[in-house]
């Protein structure tokens, strides 16, 4: 298995929702990550797990809260979020944080708040 | 710190002609590059990927890039593209010591192939 799946596809959600985004991977990669990305831009990197330990956040409002259960998950839960944060979120996963190997990316998940 | 400049924001061009999408960096030390494409409405796919060893990397799909030090690029070029090589496509850097968690993107270059 050499891929990264993210559930869901879509969502939509209010400014007083709770939801969560799921990513996956089965490679035995123990770095994981999450992105955001607008229309028309690169991706942004807002959290960095490793060994299933949070390395980075890139100065993320505390609206967006990541968990990793375990070594093949990654979550993202979001709450009380803003229209601006509508945008695509990507998973991606790296054999270990440092090293020459490539991060493979998910397809994302497509967030509209309303 | 690292950058990427990807000079050209669109690159319209015809099926079957050939094409180059430029990428220069700025680092000051030794690096890893990248080149994902991504397809409307889908995540990134590595392309390709310079770490070490021969400057010039091929992709199962044709694309080639060149890493050339002394001017700091890594430019993408296929010889003849098909409509389907319509897509997004960013070049990225890493730095190859031991924080390179971390990659740098360009802003990222749509190329639109036309019948």
Redesign the interface.
């Known amino acids: 298995d050499t891929e ?1 799946t ?1 559930t869901p596809k879509h969502l939509v959600m209010g400014m007083t929702n709770k939801k969560s985004l799921k990513c996956e991977q089965h490679m035995g990669h123990r ?1 994981m990550y999450w992105y955001k990305q607008k229309a ?4 942004e ?1 807002m959290f ?1 797990y ?1 060994y299933e330990k949070l ?2 956040n890139e100065s993320v409002p505390s609206r967006f809260s990541p968990e990793c259960p375990n070594s093949s998950l990654l979550n993202l839960h979001l709450h009380a979020l803003q229209p601006e944060d509508s945008a695509l979120y ?1 998973c ?1 996963s ?1 054999m270990g ?4 190997n ?7 998940t ?1 967030l509209t708040v309303l | 710190a690292q950058s990427v400049t990807q000079l050209d924001s669109q690159v319209p061009v015809f099926e079957e002609a050939p094409v180059e999408l430029r990428c220069n960096y700025s680092s000051s030390v030794s690096v890893y590059l990248f080149w994902y494409v991504q397809y409307p409405n889908q995540g990134l796919q590595l392309l390709l990927k310079y770490l070490s060893g021969s400057t010039l990397v091929e992709s199962i799909n044709g694309f080639e890039a060149e890493f050339n030090k002394s001017q700091t690029s890594f430019h993408l070029r296929k010889p003849s593209v098909h409509i389907s090589d319509t897509a997004e496509y960013f070049c990225a850097v890493s730095d190859s010591g031991g924080s390179n968690y971390k990659l740098t993107f360009g802003k990222g270059t749509l190329l639109t192939v036309n019948p």
């Open positions: 990264v993210q770095a028309k831009k690169p991706p990197l960095v490793s390395s980075i990507l991606a790296r944080l440092a090293g020459s490539e991060q493979f990316f998910g397809p994302g497509r």
